[in-house]
């Protein structure tokens, strides 16, 4: 399995049969073989199956102004239909192992900041005009020259970054770590377990965290897959042998009906501009502004580092078909919105896709795939317990965090930036975030290293927009909107 290196693969593997689909996709040119994209494309699809139980969650227990809330049902079948289509299109478009469904996090700020403040439909409407905004800057260019204009050094901290972000979202995922109730009462925020590791999952958990990490040594074929498989089966026997009040949100129990109905009545349920008929112009501005920003670089940090874990980056650190590919993604938050599914980005959980050793878009396939059919088979899919699930986020985090060795250390305006991308963005819980804190401190050291003139001036503006998104709160109450 090749893992952790930044330019393309060298030597293709034998075993391939050739044919137009191996042409199309390249999949023997970037050193893959059907069976790894296979594989990791249901390596993928299990790591991301919980966005099926999530988004309909997160989304239809938050009310709108009205008091309204969206049906459960119908979410469930928006966000796997906008994942299945997004998917398979980044697939075939793209040519990369980048699988799409409705971001966290962005989900959270639609249902609980936007729409309190409108109707769903208008909440819905700002989602279809971010997505709009997003591909005009992928039209112009400016996008992609953004992503151009990132330091090597940088790149590779994302990708580090990322790497500890997923490993940390494996350990939350599963209950290895939780917050502490009262933790504005005590000393530390989050601790082990509920204090220790107790229960049939965790040990699930722990026992899949293992088994990946052997397998993944002993350089198994579907190492990831294979534990996923395995902790699942398990899962299945304790959970009917012994007496679990809860797995989190799937629970391993094969349903009384495998097959549901799928209900597309929120498709097409959003009003464009209706959110400028609710708050005023400014408040509007400023919300697209936050979910552009979140947007742009949760899937510029996400793009970069699953591809450089891929080994895709050329010799000048760049992602083959960039503009295609952020293209596809800036359609994903459209499509996303105008399904009521909130806005859809490309999922960092790909890069357990690319741990099984997926390099190209025909993984996509597999993954689009599985979530078409979970449009009718979703109980038997999201059987997956998030206990069985997580060791693969673990064992991904380990492989991205193998990109550490690049970065030049003893360069300190260099290595203080990457160092800020790399542990903001678990500490935080956000991809965003972390960039943005490796950005500012990466212009700010500079100019006052006096080398401004080394910064490309994409950079500057972009550290200008990280400044007013990290001062958003008090430049609101400064224009008195709050």
Not at 39 to 52: H, V
Not at 181 to 189: Q, R
Not at 422 to 438: E, K
Not at 444 to 449: E, G, Q, S, Y
Request: aromatic share 8%; hydrophobic share 55%; charged share 10%.
């Amino acid at each position: 399995m090749k893992t952790s290196t930044t330019g393309p693969v060298a030597a293709p593997p034998t075993g391939n049969s050739g044919g137009a689909l191996d042409h199309f996709f390249r999949i023997t040119e970037r050193g893959s073989t059907y069976g790894r994209e296979i594989r990791g494309g249901f390596a993928t699809f299990f790591t991301m199956a919980y966005i099926l139980v999530l988004n309909p969650i997160i989304l239809s227990s938050a009310e709108d102004k009205y008091g309204n809330h969206l049906d459960s049902a119908q979410l469930a079948t928006a966000t796997a239909l906008v994942a299945a289509v997004m998917t398979l299109i980044m697939g075939v478009g793209g040519n990369l192992p980048l699988a799409l469904a409705a971001g966290l996090g962005l989900n959270a700020v639609v249902g609980f900041q936007i729409a309190p403040l409108m109707a769903w439909d208008d909440a819905m409407g700002l989602i279809v005009l971010e997505g709009l905004l997003i591909c005009v800057l992928v039209l112009t260019g400016l996008r992609e020259a953004v992503m151009h204009a990132i330091p090597q050094p940088l790149k590779q901290a994302i990708s580090v970054g990322i790497g500890l972000f997923i490993a940390f979202i494996g350990f939350v995922d599963a209950g290895f770590v939780t917050r502490i109730p009262d933790a504005a009462n005590t000393t530390v925020p989050v601790q082990l377990g509920t204090g220790a590791l107790t229960g049939w999952p965790m040990l699930v958990f722990c026992l899949g965290v293992l088994v990946t990490l052997v397998l993944l040594a002993r350089k198994v074929k579907g190492a990831i897959l294979i534990s996923i498989v395995l902790m699942t089966v398990l899962s299945l026997v304790i959970n009917e042998l012994a007496d679990i009040k809860s797995w989190g949100l799937t629970t391993p129990a094969l349903p009384d009906k495998p097959v549901a109905s799928p209900d597309f009545g929120l498709l097409g349920e959003f009003d464009l501009l209706g959110a400028f008929g609710e708050v005023s112009v400014l408040t509007g501005v400023l919300l697209v502004f936050t979910l552009i920003l979140s947007d742009f670089f949760d899937t510029m940090g996400t793009i970069v580092g699953v591809t450089a874990e891929a080994g895709l980056l050329d010799e000048r650190g760049q992602v083959p078909g960039l503009g295609r590919v952020l293209l596809i993604d800036s359609t994903a938050a459209v499509a996303g919105g105008a399904a009521s599914a909130s806005s859809a980005t490309t999922y960092i959980e790909s890069a357990a896709g690319v741990g099984e050793g997926a390099r190209t878009g025909f993984a996509n396939l597999i993954t689009g795939g599985l979530f078409a059919a979970a449009l009718f088979f979703t109980p038997v899919l999201t059987i997956v317990p998030l206990q069985a699930a997580s060791p693969a986020l673990i064992a991904v985090g380990f492989l991205m965090m193998t990109q550490v060795k690049h970065i030049d250390w003893d360069r300190y305006e260099l290595a203080v930036p990457a160092f800020l991308t790399i542990v903001v963005m678990p500490f935080t819980y956000s991809i965003t975030n972390g960039i943005g804190a490796g950005f500012l401190a990466y212009v700010v050291i500079k100019a006052c290293l006096g080398k401004a003139r080394e910064v490309h001036w994409l950079l500057w503006g972009t550290a200008l927009l990280f400044f007013v998104y990290f001062a958003i709160d008090p430049l609101e109450q400064l224009l008195g909107i709050k």
